[in-house]
C-alpha cells in the first residue's frame, strides 16, 4: 500500500521535469507556454506538444545580422592625446640635494 503515494511522488516529478523546460521552449517560441500543462499525459500529451513545436510556425523574430566585427574597447580606455598635438615632454631629472 505504500507504493502508491512513493509512485505517485514519481510520475509528480518526472511530469515537472519535462514540463519546466517545455514551459521555456513554447515561451521562446511564441507560444502560449499554458500548452506545456500537455505534459501532464505523459506519452499522448507530450507526443502531441512534440508535434505542435516540430511542424507549427514559430513566431520569433531572427536576430539581427551584423555587417562587421566590431573589436571591444580596451579595459579601461586610454588617455586620448588631442589631435594635432605634440606629445608631453619627458620631465628632466631633479637635481641631487647636497
Same mark, same amino acid.
Given at each position: 500500500m505504500t507504493i502508491i503515494p512513493i509512485m505517485f511522488v514519481i510520475y509528480v516529478a518526472a511530469v515537472v521535469i519535462v514540463m519546466? /523546460?517545455?514551459w521555456f521552449i513554447l515561451r521562446k517560441a511564441g507560444f502560449s507556454p499554458w500548452l506545456s500543462l500537455l505534459c501532464?499525459? /505523459?506519452?499522448?500529451?507530450?507526443?502531441v506538444l512534440l508535434y505542435v513545436l516540430a511542424f507549427?510556425?514559430?513566431r520569433v523574430l531572427p536576430a539581427p545580422m551584423q555587417a562587421y566585427w566590431q573589436p571591444q574597447a580596451p579595459y579601461p580606455p586610454l588617455p586620448q592625446q588631442p589631435p594635432n598635438q605634440p606629445p608631453n615632454p619627458p620631465v628632466p631629472p631633479m637635481p641631487p640635494r647636497g
Open positions: 519546466v /523546460p517545455c501532464i499525459l /505523459p506519452s499522448l500529451g507530450t507526443l507549427a510556425e514559430w
